[in-house]
Each structure stands twice: as C-alpha cells, then as structure tokens.
C-alpha cells in the first residue's frame, strides 16, 4: 500500500508549510530545525476523508442500487420516490497494528489404511505475524448501519472542523481510546490465531506491537426514499460512490420461490441418497453411506438456506458497512470453529466405516 502524506501543515516555531508522513508521531522541522510532536486533540491525531461525491451522483447510485436483485421489490426502482438527502461526517477510529506470537498445539489429520480411516494428531507449533488496519465506528451508527468504512487509497487531510460543519452534518466522538484499543486487539488476535489452523491448542503467546490508533471523519450521504408510503434510507460513501449500508423491502415472490426451492431439493437431498445406503448391497454399502453423508449435510444447508431467505427476506439489507455479527453453532452458542474435532469429514468416514461393516454381517 503506498505510503500517505499529509500535506497542508504547518511549522508553530516558523510557519514554514511542512509535508508530514502518516503515523510519524515526531518529526524535525525541514525549515528551523525545530524537533515537533504530532499529537491531536485528547491525545489522538484526527484527520478527514475529503468528499469526492456529489449529492446528485449519490441519488443516482442510490437508485442504481434499488434496481438490482431478485430479493428486492419488484418496481422498487420506478416506484421509489425521493425524500430526502444530506452529507454527514462520522468518525471513526482507526487503528493499526502487528500481532506476532507463537501458538503450540495438536494439528489433526486422517490416514487411510485398507480402506478404513483414522484420525489422529500431531505436535505443531505455528508462528503468528499478521498486520491489521481496521476501523471502528466512535459514535452510535446504530441508525445509520455504517460500522465500518474502507480507507485503502483515500487521501487525508488534517482536520478542519470549520470546514466540515461548512458542507454537512458532523457526529460527535462517544468513545475512548481505551475501549477501541481493547476491542480491536481482542477482535486482532482471534483472528491472528485462527489463521493458523491448529485444531487443540495448548500454550499460546501473543504481543500486539506498533499499535496506531488515530480519528477519521468520513463523508457519509444519507439518501431516504418512500416506496409504497414507507420510508426507508440507503447510506452512500462520499468518497467513491459505492453503497455502504441500504434497506429496502423484500420481493414477496423471490421469498416463497426459495423457501420451496430449498425445502424441495433439501428434502431430495436427505431421503434420495438415503435409499442407497439401506438398499445397496455390501459390497457399495459404504461408498453409498458416504454419499449420503454429505448429501445429508449439504440438503440441511439447502434447506436452512431456503428458511432464511423465506424468513427474513421481507426487508433487505445490503452494504459495504455492514459488520456481521459472530456466528455461533448448535452447541451452547460455541463458535463453529470449536467444534471441528466434533464434527468433520473424517468423522464422517469413520461413521461410514462402521456402518458398512455392520451391514456386511
């Protein structure tokens, strides 16, 4: 990524105009010689994301946008009328940094032997050294739905607020440094460990190291449109145009065509394959038991698929923005990577190893 400078500054000691690299916490004077601090407000160093979008090309994006999917309303696009649009500055936290550590652990792995397969495991240890730039929202976006925005490639500025209040709404900073800080390295090191794959762990290290936490005000159009006498509103990046967070009905057809659709081939899935493995003879009896194991598994995601897009298909939300919540599994909540040693494709096979040879007796 290129390196970003920082322009419009100036020296306090000379007034001479200075170019200041991005994350430079001291610097010399190139004029004076005076040796200088960059330090913001509060202790952390602020800088806004110049608008680049203008309020027209925001409404068009915006009904480009409603033109496009199956799961949204039919008409939507013709039948939208505009209500209401302005600029607004959200700030946002961004915070950098390096995770580097050391994980120990078992790794699992399968072999297989005379057509049986077993699952055993080894002693590995990985070594962790991930960079991260992410940001986080330091107001309630709650309303908006932008948690997050993209800052590869944007110019920054130092901040002017005069400027800012000049061209639209500017939100106000509700959250410390601390708490971002604790988050993003929480958030930072589950991350840096799960990338290394190991299945048990049993020790682990982690240091978070050249931490940059800084403020970035970033301009955000806010477009609402009434469709059908309800009002709904999809948020624009001032920067380059693309949707960052949008809500618009859903398309009642689209929501009962794919609770069936995923219901039908769901069900297919599980019973279909299923007649292979009690009607097969011994000597298919255990390749019929794996084909059913994974037709099994994927007819259940078929199937929950097609209850979703059935259940909560009657309002759409799409966006750059949006921060997924963390997924959890069937087991107390437990997130899905903790419970690959309870459920996996070699599991899968150890099961179908078994059942064959009962059939075969």
Sequence with gaps: MAEKVLKGITCPACAGELDLREGVKTFNCKYCGTLLLTKGVDGVVKYYVPRKIQRNIAIQNMFNWLGKGLAKARGLKNQSKLDDAFLVYIPYWRVRADVIGWVFGKERRTQTVNGRTTTY????????????????????VAELGVRKVNLAGDEMRPINFEELQSEGMLFNIISSEKEVTDIAKSQFVEEAVNSVKVDQITF???????????????????????????????????EDGSVCYGKAPGNNLYRAVAGIFGTAVGSFLVTFFGIFGIVGDSDSAEAALVMYAFALIFGIIIMLWGYKKFR??????????????????????????????????????????????ILRR
């Design 204 to 238: 682990q290290h982690n240091d978070l190291v050249r931490p940059n936490v800084s403020i970035v005000y970033y301009p955000l159009w806010v477009v609402r449109y009434v469709f059908q006498g309800r009002t709904y509103q999809v948020v624009v990046d001032g």
């Design 312 to 357: 909560y298909g009657g309002e759409v939300e799409e966006g750059t923005g949006i921060v997924a919540p963390p997924k959890k599994g069937f087991f107390g909540g437990k997130n899905v990577n903790n419970l690959k040693s309870m459920a996996s494709v070699g599991n899968v096979v150890d099961v179908a190893s078994i059942a064959s040879s």
């Design 121 to 140: 495991y080894v002693d590995v240890e990985r070594k962790i050294q991930k960079p991260f730039d992410r940001t986080f929202a330091a107001c309630d």
